[in-house]
């Protein structure tokens, strides 16, 4: 049942392929590397140190001239300690036609919405809600499946308008029980969960979005509408000891966002309204409509340290559900922290922030550095930190921390 | 606004064929351009420096849109060597600076990282990255067009298109078949105090810049030679050498031949598709051997 979109635009792309001598396939981009997350603090007694994977992508392309071609991103990673992680997806595997102002796009796609930094580092993402996530590749959400869609796209002169078609909903990833930075301690297993929908259709009731983007000179602007299931499932005792159920269900999404510069200063928002379809006395816990946000503001230093860039940036993070938000302790935070760039050879980026509850006491630290390494390499490192009082939805990850090492060599 | 831009077409063809001539009616758009600077370029040689740099200016118009492959080799103060390349697109709008798409080809893990910009002489400029990584397109800040761009040694500043407004202009000397002029930065993040700029009298093109830092310290000489010219008219150096005097690190960009009145499609040069721009063919943006 996985693969029947990706077969489609695979299917088709070779069937292009054949019927025309002129075709061009070209490898553009590729990695191979090596990853690990590593807890030097003890967890629950089932729980592990960490983990150590090899990870791989490809992208290939394929152009048959007049506007037809076809993308074919598929990843890997293997993991020699944790098996749950170990995954093949189409990150991306679709054909598209365009036409002029036209564009229409066929099968596996990876797209992104966000604009702001704080979901960069938790799983806290607002209006990026077309993509699975995959918790099991990174706890903190940045690992994403590809989703199966049909696409249409018109590009006017200052805007761009997108209708999508989601056959296929993917159920998130979760982590095992022996994983870390995983909320349940090792009590709960959700690698073999039950999974409900609300919807007799299933996975395979019929999403929509439409998102229209606006470019002004000073500010991009977006205002976003989903209708499908979401994301995150609410999480719902099972009759088997130990076990949980997954309960995805429906949702109407409005919502926006803005960056736009003002001189040295950058604005950020991400805000949307998600509106239920449930009945409360059919799906108990299904939260009833609200709000969520990131906004915020980055402000540039110019020639700080000769020639380089630091940026000083302060996030607010908001969710009308308050304490009762569906397991994201993000309801009231703000997240801050520095950019540096300088702008050397290596393409050296920092990135350090702090995460604090405005509400309860909840710290979360993160640092993060990316370098080239010669030519070819690449390498990430991300060190992050918790900090949480016992009724915080974090306390669970108390003072454990997180060494995250990534090394790829690119060809 | 298309019989605007064929009469900015003609406005420049005659400019062109009148060049060096003295007296010749220049058309509106010109005069309501130049007018400002003029008025505060004062002295005989602040008039004869502008003079200069605005005939250079002129006879750039009218190239519709143009690629070209860039091969950088950076080249450390111990001689270690490590390379970019970078196809760059650029769009001429009528009466307005130029719209530029840089595509990042080497290093293998930047590749297909796009980046937009619209040009502003006095303000920051507007700029967006995609990242191809997180297929995020994000609006950047642009205020510093001083830092390294790549970590070459030359700035965002350096390379960007040379809008006539972005400087005030004094001529200084002759020297044999050079004018030597310098032009102070107006952007007040420039990383410069001023430049000294040779144009060769023959062509209006400046060969040589020296860069001098915000404290009057002489910090970077470029060179540019190996100069060929496209439809007749618009001159280009293909090889760009900029020498860092502090760091004693180098620069060197080969460029490919320049494809001009390339026909590309203007509404890519935009926020809105950065993501749908595919990559160059491995043979796009490969320069070819110089030639003298």
Request: hydrophobic share 40%; with cysteine; aromatic share 12%.
């Amino acid at each position: 049942m996985k693969w029947p979109a990706t077969c489609v635009a695979v299917g088709l792309a070779t069937g292009y392929a054949g019927s025309d001598a002129h075709a061009q396939v070209t490898l553009d981009k590729g990695y191979l590397g090596l990853e690990t997350y590593y807890y030097p603090q003890d967890g629950s007694p089932v729980q592990k140190h960490g983990n150590a994977a090899a990870i791989g992508q490809l992208e290939l392309r394929g152009r048959w001239g007049a506007g037809l071609s076809a993308k074919l991103t598929p990843f890997a990673r293997v993991d020699a300690i944790d098996s749950h992680r170990s995954l093949f997806d189409a990150h991306e595997a679709e054909v598209e036609y365009s036409a002029g102002r036209w564009r229409a796009q066929l099968g596996m796609r990876m797209l992104s919405w966000s604009v702001t930094e704080a979901v960069g580092v938790l799983p806290a993402q607002v209006v990026d809600i077309i993509n699975q996530r995959d918790l099991a590749g990174d706890p903190a959400g940045q690992e994403k499946l590809g989703t199966a869609m049909a696409a249409l796209s018109y590009q006017g002169d200052n805007f761009r308008l997108e209708g999508f078609a989601l056959p296929w909903f993917r159920k998130r990833k979760f982590p095992d029980e022996t994983a870390r930075e995983n909320p349940f301690q090792g009590l709960v297993n959700l690698t073999d969960a039950t999974v409900q929908y609300t919807s007799e259709s299933g996975a395979h009731r019929l999403g929509a979005a439409v998102r229209a983007e606006y470019s002004f000179d000073n500010a991009n602007v977006a205002l976003i509408q989903y209708q499908g299931y979401a994301p995150q499932p609410l999480l719902i005792p099972d009759f088997r000891l130990g076990k949980a159920a997954e309960l995805y269900y429906l949702i109407d999404m409005t919502g926006v966002t803005v960056q736009a510069t003002l001189g040295q200063w950058l604005l950020k928002t991400e805000t949307a309204y998600f509106g239920t379809r449930e009945n409360a006395s059919r799906f108990a816990g299904v939260p009833a409509s609200y709000w969520s946000s990131v906004s915020g503001v980055e402000y540039t230093f110019v020639n700080a340290f000769g020639g380089s860039d630091l940026g000083v940036f302060a996030e607010g993070l908001f969710d009308s559900r308050g304490r009762a938000a569906n397991g994201t302790p993000f309801h009231e935070d703000v997240f801050a922290g520095i950019r540096w760039v300088p702008n050397d050879q290596s393409d050296t980026q920092i990135l350090a922030g702090v995460m604090s509850g405005l509400d309860q006491h909840a710290l979360v630290a993160q640092f993060q550095f990316q370098r080239r390494i010669g030519t070819h390499y690449q390498v990430d490192l991300r060190l992050r930190t918790y900090n949480a009082a016992k009724d915080s939805p974090l306390s669970a990850f108390n003072e454990d921390s997180v060494m995250f090492l990534k090394l790829r060599r690119f060809f | 606004m298309k019989g605007k831009f064929f009469s900015v077409c003609l406005a420049v063809s005659l400019m062109g064929t009148a060049l060096g001539a003295t007296g010749t009616e220049e058309p509106e758009w010109v005069k309501a351009y130049v007018a400002p600077l003029e008025a505060a370029h004062g002295s005989p040689e602040e008039k004869q420096g502008l003079k200069i740099y605005e005939t250079q200016y002129l006879m750039d118009k009218g190239w519709g849109s143009l690629e070209v492959g860039l091969e950088m080799r950076l080249i450390d103060a111990a001689g270690r060597e490590s390379q970019r390349r970078v196809v760059e697109r650029k769009t001429e709008e009528p009466e307005q600076p130029n719209k530029t798409l840089g595509i990042f080809l080497e290093p293998a893990d930047v590749r297909g990282t796009v980046m937009l910009t619209f040009e502003k002489s006095t303000e920051s400029d507007d700029q967006w990255l995609f990242l191809p990584a997180f297929k995020r397109t994000k609006k950047i800040n642009a205020v510093n067009k001083s830092g390294s761009f790549l970590g070459t040694e030359f700035s965002w500043e350096d390379i960007s298109t040379s809008e006539l407004t972005k400087y005030h202009y004094r001529f200084l000397r002759e020297e044999g078949t050079t004018w030597v002029v310098e032009r102070v930065p107006v952007y007040q993040f420039s990383g410069y105090s001023r430049e000294v700029t040779w144009v060769n009298k023959s062509n209006y093109q400046t060969v040589k810049i020296e860069y001098y830092d915000r404290k009057g310290d002489l910090l970077k000489t470029l060179n540019l030679d190996d100069w060929a010219q496209y439809l007749g008219r618009y001159w280009r150096p293909l090889r760009m050498e900029m020498s860092n005097h502090v760091n004693g690190k180098k620069t060197i960009i080969q460029l490919s031949p320049y494809r001009m009145n390339a026909g590309l499609d203007k509404k890519m040069f935009s926020s809105l598709v950065l993501e749908d721009i595919p990559l160059p063919n491995a043979t796009e943006g490969t320069p070819v051997a110089a030639t003298k």
